[in-house]
């Protein structure tokens, strides 16, 4: 059934011309409604427990069917302000949809389609709704998910906002790291949008830790400050070779593919979620062949991602760990796993793998500007802030949450540590200012 509704959108989207997109709308909400109608609305929701942010999955939908789709929306929104990013970029598999009890015996609730549908109508329809200005200032530094959810809660709840951004756009990893086919740079605007009818200021092309720092912030005004920065610089393999030209880093691929010449065939060094973005990006970009090395026998990539990457034509070969690269390709020794998947003996022996191009995505960890240059600011061995349970930091007003404390993780947990950190700062200013 639903891989008929498929078939008829792609045939009517084709042949209708200007029509497209009401026809679109028709059969998303014809989906949108069927799938709603499937949910069991169980009194203790496992797939509810399953979503790192506890989405009210049931009350949502309850809410949705009974014609209150500006109270699901909302619902989804106060829980969530990325809910329209999340119910597009999530692990749906592993978390709300996983756990769904009619998934059990057959097909799960498509839970994030019906989110998306929900949220983005929220997102259209929404009127900034804010507390009367309180007169506080609160820096905001990053316009990630962090940042952005961080921006938002501070915003309604009456302060004065502004958003330090080093880039000229706002999104972070959501415009820099997701590729257009999966998430469109579209979704990343309304957020501007919205963000600026919450009265939020954004300061773009600021990197705080070059011409000024957090001191300076504090010193005009702010009285707090939260950095959200991310992880944005890659982590090198430090191996031989790593500094030739036709090597490179996928989070800095991923950031601006188009000035990349990586010829026909490309090797990529580890098998995150950020290789398979990579891949499928360089494939759909004319690389013919590209194959994605692991050095153990499982891919840290979820299921699903690992599965488009191998629909859109991207090799796997495990058991392979990098040893220097030369102009020619890689060379890789042979690994083994114990029964835990954690490599246990690399091989002596090398054994060329070529390449045109090399491309390094092991992992991610943050520009240290902010974090090494602001006093009193504690970061751990990883070179993460340091934070309290709350999110505050060693600094007094300093607060940190997002990528920059857990290291490369998901948009749905930098958003829901996010906004228990905003609420933190919250009663901080109020005991401040009594």
Request: contains cysteine; aromatic residues 6%.
């Amino acid at each position: 059934m639903r891989l008929s509704r498929v078939i008829i959108f792609v045939i009517k989207h084709v042949a209708t011309g200007n029509n497209r997109i009401y026809i679109r709308e028709k059969i998303m909400a014809h989906n949108v409604i069927a799938e709603a109608k499937r949910c069991l609305n169980c009194k203790n929701p496992p797939c509810r427990k399953g979503c790192p942010v506890n989405t009210p999955i049931p009350l949502m939908i309850s809410s949705f069917l009974g014609g209150d789709i500006k109270k699901a929306g909302k619902m989804l929104f106060d829980n969530n302000p990325l809910s329209a990013v999340c119910s597009v970029v999530c692990n749906h598999a592993d978390q709300c949809q996983g756990h769904c009890v009619r998934g059990i015996k057959g097909e799960p609730v498509e839970i994030s389609t019906i989110e998306n549908f929900i949220s983005s109508h929220y997102l259209d329809c929404l009127e900034a709704e804010k507390l009367p200005s309180n007169g506080i200032k609160v820096a905001v530094v990053g316009a990630g998910p962090a940042g952005i959810t961080i921006a938002v809660k501070m915003a309604q709840l009456g302060y004065d906002v502004t958003i330090f951004e080093s880039k000229t756009e706002i999104g972070g990893v959501l415009r820099y790291g997701i590729p257009e086919f999966r998430l469109p740079k579209t979704v990343v605007d309304r957020y501007e949008t919205l963000l600026r009818k919450l009265g939020v200021k954004i300061k773009f092309n600021v990197t705080i830790g070059k011409a000024f720092g957090v001191e300076e912030l504090f010193r005009d005004g702010f009285k707090a400050v939260s950095i959200g920065t991310g992880v944005t610089w890659p982590i090198a393999l430090n191996i031989k070779g790593e500094t030739l030209g036709h090597v490179h880093y996928g989070v800095h691929y991923l950031e601006r593919p188009d000035v990349y010449r990586l010829g026909e065939s490309m090797v990529i060094i580890g098998a995150g979620n950020v290789a398979m973005d990579v891949a499928r990006t360089a494939l759909r970009r004319g690389v013919k062949n590209v194959t994605v090395t692991v050095r153990g026998d499982k891919c840290s990539a979820s299921d699903e991602e690992k599965e488009y990457a191998e629909i859109e034509g991207a090799k796997f070969v495990y058991n392979k760990s990098p040893v220097e690269i030369t102009d020619e390709g890689v060379l890789f020794a042979d690994t083994v796993c114990d029964e835990n998947h954690a490599v246990i003996s690399v091989s002596e022996k090398t054994r060329l793998m070529k390449a045109d191009s090399v491309m390094i995505c092991i992992s991610q960890r943050p520009s240290n500007l902010i974090l090494t240059q602001t006093k009193g600011l504690e970061i751990n061995e990883r070179g993460l802030a340091r934070i309290n349970e709350d999110g505050s930091t060693s600094r007094e007003g300093l607060f940190a949450s997002g990528d920059v404390v857990k290291g490369a993780k998901t948009v749905v947990e930098a958003s829901e540590t996010s906004k228990r950190v905003a609420f933190a700062m919250h009663e901080y200013l109020q005991k401040l200012t009594k």
